[in-house]
C-alpha cells in the first residue's frame, strides 16, 4: 500500500541551531503536503504546508521544499529555540482520492 | 471559534464494556475524521466522512468499531465491547475543504485506558 516514511525519528540540535526533517511519499497522485507538531500531551497543530504546484514555502523560521520528481519534501526550522521541542508529523495527501497518509514522526530535541 | 470540542478528555473503562466518544467539528467544515495514536503505531485513520456520509472506513480495526455522524455539527465513535488493546488517544479532526485539502485541525483527543 501506500506509504510515507520520516526520518529522522529523533533528531537532538543545540538551540540556535538548524532541524531538517525529511518524508519520502509513495503515492504519485498525493498533492498536498501539510506538517503538523504535537507538544507532549496535547494535539497535533497545523505549522506549515505546501501544494503540489510549488516547490518552497516559508513562515518566518520555519520553511518546507517539495521535490515531485523524487517524490520526497522536508521542513526546515532555522534558529531552533526550545520551545520547538515536540514531535513533528509530516503527511501527504491525495485530494482527489481522499486519501491522507502521516509519517510515523520525528521526535526533536532542542537543548538550551 | 472553539474548535473541534471532543468529550470526555479521559475515559477509564472495564474490558468488555461500551465506550463512545464524542467530536463536535469546526463549523463549516466538510470532512470529519477519526484517528486513534499510539506509540507503536502512531496516528492511524479509522474513519472519514464527508458531508455526514462515511466515504472510508478502511481503518476502523474491527466490528468492535463502529462510528455515526448524524448531523453536521455531531459524530460519535463507538467501541463496544472494549478490550485493553483498544487503549489509545483518540482525535478528531475536521477540515474546511473535502480530503483534508486545507489541514486538519485536532480536537484535544479522548484519552481512552481499557483496564
Known amino acids: 500500500g501506500e506509504n510515507v516514511e520520516q526520518h529522522p525519528s529523533t533528531l537532538s540540535v543545540q538551540e540556535g541551531d538548524s532541524a531538517v526533517i525529511k518524508c519520502t511519499y509513495s503515492d504519485s497522485a498525493s498533492n498536498y503536503f501539510p506538517w503538523y507538531k504535537q507538544e507532549l500531551g496535547k494535539r497535533p497543530q497545523l505549522i506549515i504546508d505546501?501544494?503540489?504546484?510549488?516547490g518552497e514555502k516559508k513562515d518566518q523560521r520555519i520553511a518546507v521544499t517539495l521535490n515531485k520528481t523524487a517524490k520526497h519534501f522536508s521542513l526546515h526550522i532555522t534558529e531552533t529555540q526550545p520551545e520547538d521541542s515536540a514531535v513533528y508529523f509530516c503527511?501527504?495527501?491525495?485530494?482527489?482520492?481522499?486519501?491522507?497518509?502521516f509519517g510515523a514522526g520525528t521526535r526533536l530535541f532542542v537543548k538550551a | 471559534d472553539a474548535g473541534v470540542i471532543q468529550s470526555p478528555r479521559h475515559e477509564v473503562t472495564e474490558m468488555g464494556q461500551e465506550v463512545t466518544l464524542r467530536c463536535k467539528p469546526i463549523s463549516g467544515h466538510n470532512s470529519l475524521f477519526w484517528y486513534r495514536q499510539t506509540m507503536m503505531r502512531g496516528l492511524e485513520l479509522l474513519i472519514y466522512?464527508?458531508?455526514?456520509?462515511?466515504?472510508?472506513d478502511s481503518g476502523m480495526p474491527e466490528d468492535r468499531f463502529s462510528a455515526k455522524m448524524p448531523n453536521a455539527s455531531f459524530s460519535t465513535l463507538k467501541i463496544q465491547p472494549s478490550e485493553p488493546r483498544d487503549s489509545a488517544v483518540y482525535f478528531c479532526?475536521?477540515?474546511?475543504?473535502?480530503?483534508?485539502?486545507?489541514?486538519?485541525?485536532f480536537g484535544s483527543g479522548t484519552r481512552l485506558t481499557v483496564v
Open positions: 505546501i501544494r503540489s504546484n510549488v
Open positions: 466522512f464527508n458531508n455526514n456520509v462515511p466515504i472510508d
Open positions: 503527511a501527504a495527501i491525495n485530494t482527489g482520492g481522499f486519501k491522507t497518509i
Open positions: 479532526a475536521s477540515s474546511l475543504l473535502t480530503g483534508g485539502a486545507s489541514g486538519y485541525t
